[in-house]
């Protein structure tokens, strides 16, 4: 009987898609962001074993073989398969261990910035209109400073480091999450299921996190993916104008800085780090487009 | 629409007060004492360091110092460099022009490809040619661009020689600033050579700057464009038989261009913070590369000043923006 019972529901289960399997219909049919995706994943991947995949430690100078260009260029030397940098560090095991400070730098101010701006936007949304017109202009405070020179700043104020790169890119990220969150706030706030849920007695926390927030989240995941690759541009960035990443961290931007000089003499230690960026945002950009598509309901045909 | 303006200079004042706050508080939140930053390693006497406490009025209260701040900003006095000794306001404003011929360029390069290019993709959807250009807009869109602009240098200037590697004009001219901008200094100079000299350091920097506006501008005129060719005037247009290039030149366009010129004006900032990379890459004497230098020369008042009338450049170009939309789109007006 009981047996029975579990079973019937797993018939159930499979005859309605979830929407995981739904989602993952739609995403499917841009084919753009399903190979994003994959992209995504292999980097992921990277970044998770550089130190156990990489052939050499990031940091290890073989001073012999200074400036080896790669493999299968001549003079180049298969122990060092994407040649060497000025000081005969291995170039793959630096881009392969970049992946990890990109990564790094992608969660961490994704994460601040989106958990702060939907907090703030949540608040804004449903706080009376003083309070939600002091949150606004704060932010319209902070997007008044370009981006990039707010971030800068705030890392001359605090000192450059990729700890306080970071935390300038998501202040300066985070008031995207509060408008996009108070914008749909707003526009969830008067519709029918909010006012039932009110009637039947729900708190202001429960309508806040369980009612409403769950239906403003497919903007807000876009975003999010877009503001990852943002995040490693401007972390990038940062590291180039000497105010992110510190040497010898293999950071990609920061690789490119110390490579400057020798961009005429030597092509692959200027060209691989900047490749590195471009592909991850890239197929991060792809894959947020492709999430966009999947999530934005007006462009489902169903 | 009187309400709109209103409605609008109402959002506008408490954020500019906002900005000047946050860059008086910028000196104040620095670590260390402003003084002894600007005595250099050299230091000071005790008598000297008092003499200047009460000069920059550090012993007022902290109201009145923002006070003096705000009515000093608001009469063009930012305060003098540690470095060159010279107001922070007249620096700014002598380096600026460099900064907006370089926009000015990157801009109108964005524009000259980003549109057709949008509005064929638009008009060819799901075909090769608009998959193929819409690729290459993400591509733009995800550059970090100074490291398009270190390739862009191996190819063009190392290994073709075509145009130079930094600045806005070979040494051998010299002429005095009229305008400020090198294009039109150039040709009113007379002198052989130099307005040639002057495109050829424009080309490289012009490129990077506007890559990014370029594939932003592209893929927002497909969208419009896209958007519009699906509306019933322009079924109509066609019912009546209209030929397809007057549908789409004049009826389409027209109303696509209203979110496009949007973009537009809001990409002021980002082209700033373009200019502050391509500036410091290629030796640009203008606003970027003079403050990312500030910032590493410690120059305190010269960041306060020059992030001040960058921000306040911004928000005054958003504020026109919007007043130009609500003047040309009425619906935006009664909200």
Known sequence: ?302 | MLRYVLSRFATFLPTFIGVTLISFAFIRVLPGDPIIVMAGERGMTQERYDELVVQFGFDRPILAQYWDYLTGVLQGDLGNSYVTKRPVWDEFFALFPATLELSICAMIFAVALGLPAGVIAAMNRGKFFDRTLMSTALVGYSMPIFWWALLLIIVFSGNLGWTPVSGRIDLLYYFDDVTGFMLIDSLISGQDGAFTSAVRHLILPTIVLGTIPLAVIARQTRSAMLEVLGEDYIRTARAKGLPPGRINGLHALRNALIPVITVIGLSVGTLLAGAILTETIFSWPGIGKWMVDSIFRRDYPVVQGGLLLIAVMVMVVNLTVDLLYGLINPKIRKR
């Open chain 1, 1 to 302: 009987m009981d047996h029975a019972l579990s079973k019937e529901v797993e018939t159930q289960v499979e005859k309605r898609p979830g929407r995981l399997s739904e989602f993952w219909f739609y995403f499917r049919e841009n084919r753009g962001a399903v190979f994003g995706f994959w992209v995504f994943v292999v980097f992921v991947f990277i970044a998770a074993t550089a130190p156990w995949i990489a052939p050499h430690d990031p940091t290890q100078q073989f001073r012999e073989f200074a400036l080896i260009p790669p493999a299968w260029q001549e003079g180049g030397n298969w122990s060092f398969p994407l040649g060497t940098d000025p000081l005969g560090r291995d170039m793959l095991s630096r881009l392969l261990n970049g992946a990890r400070y990109s990564f790094f730098v992608g969660i961490v101010v994704v994460v601040v910035a989106a958990s702060g701006g939907i907090l703030l936007g949540l608040l804004a949304g449903f706080s009376p209109k003083w309070l939600d017109a002091i949150i606004m202009r704060l932010m319209d405070i902070i997007l008044a400073f370009p981006s990039l020179l707010l971030a800068l700043v705030l890392v001359a104020i605090l000192g450059p480091s990729l700890l306080n790169a970071m935390i300038a890119i998501a202040i300066v990220l985070q008031p995207h999450y509060v408008r996009l969150t108070r914008a749909s706030v707003i526009g969830e706030l008067g519709k029918d299921y909010v006012t039932s849920a009110r009637v039947a007695g729900a708190g202001l926390w429960r309508l806040m996190f369980v009612t409403v927030l769950p239906n403003c989240l497919a903007p807000i995941i876009v975003q999010a993916a877009l503001s990852f690759s943002t995040a490693i541009l401007d972390a990038a960035a940062l590291g180039f104008l000497g105010m992110g990443a510190q040497p010898p961290t293999p950071e990609w931007g920061t690789m490119l800085a110390e490579a400057r000089e020798f961009i005429l003499r030597a092509w692959w230690v200027v060209t691989l780090p900047g490749l590195a960026i471009l592909i991850t945002v890239l197929a991060i950009n792809l894959m947020g487009d492709g999430l966009r598509d999947a999530l934005d309901p007006k462009l489902k045909r169903s």
